[in-house]
């Protein structure tokens, strides 16, 4: 079956899940739960919410198999299925939160990033596929693997810092409704953005490395890798991160203006897959 298929299915999976996810914002809990039930249990939609999640998570590996299969080569040979892999690593990166904590609220963001990043990856679909035997090298695949798993924990980390904002500016306007109320708690949503960031930090900086081991061990023109536009993104985003753990570690900094600099990094790290570069063309 045409993987572009079975990604529009996955595409629809990850809809449906992120809206359960945020059916816990909009609607109310039950009001009068069965015995045994939590006063503060949430609203029957939500509970789809995982096992659809689940459901797209599985179908979007058959997608990255089905794309291999067909083409023959690695699912970074092209932009849409770099694209495809991305949107099932933030959906991994939430399940495994999921199991651990259930924060409905950061799921809804986080899925929907999941959902745009599918959607961008369909547009791609028919886009052109790289013949060349680099990207069936190893320290490539790993390369570019670790990066996609560091921007990953990256759109965590900006889900929390949107959440954040969000309620701190609520709680400053004495208008915390309803919706304040199903929010993550600000002290939770700080801290699963400073250990995502702790987490992809490691991921991208062995992926930058692996990337410059490899053209100066291949021999590639490293003036050409050194200026292209890709790998200027990249070290921006890493100094980025950098700062951010720096001004929360070694400055001590707390509160809104820490998650502003997250914001800053979920606008600039999507530019990796919107940026040309002439070393990372798909040809």
Avoid at 12 to 29: K, P, Q, S
Avoid at 204 to 233: C, F
């Amino acid at each position: 079956m045409n993987s572009a298929i079975l990604a529009g299915a996955t595409l629809f999976l990850y809809m449906a899940a992120a809206a359960c996810y945020g059916a816990v914002l909009f609607l109310d809990a039950r009001a009068a739960p069965s015995p045994g039930a939590g006063a503060g249990s949430a609203p029957r939609a939500a509970r789809f919410g995982r096992p659809l999640l689940l459901l797209g998570i599985l179908l979007n590996i058959v997608v990255i198999g089905a794309l291999c299969i067909a083409t023959h080569r690695s699912p970074f040979a092209s932009e849409y299925g770099t694209l495809v892999v991305s949107a099932w690593a933030i959906a991994v990166v939430y399940a495994g939160l999921d199991f651990r904590a259930k924060l409905p609220a950061l799921g809804a963001v986080s899925i929907l990033a999941a959902c745009l990043m599918l959607f961008w990856g369909l547009v791609h679909s028919r886009g052109p596929v790289a013949e060349t035997r680099l990207l069936s090298q190893r320290i490539v695949s790993l390369h570019v693997l670790a990066t996609v798993g560091s921007l990953a924990l990256f759109a965590l980390a900006g889900a929390c810092a949107g959440l954040y904002i969000l309620q701190s500016r609520q709680l400053k306007s004495h208008g915390a409704g309803n919706l304040f109320r199903k929010l993550p708690p600000l002290a939770t949503l700080d801290s699963l953005a400073y250990h995502a960031v702790a987490y992809g930090l490691p991921l991208l900086t062995l992926g930058l490395s692996l990337g410059i081991l490899y053209v100066y061990r291949s021999g590639l023109p490293s003036n050409a890798w050194w200026l292209d536009p890709k790998t200027i993104v990249s070290f921006v985003v890493w100094l980025l991160y950098i700062v951010y753990l720096s001004a929360r570690l070694a400055a001590g900094w707390r509160g809104v203006r820490l998650q502003y600099i997250l914001l800053a990094g979920l606008v600039i790290a999507p530019m990796l897959y919107l940026v040309p570069g002439p070393t990372h063309q798909f040809r």
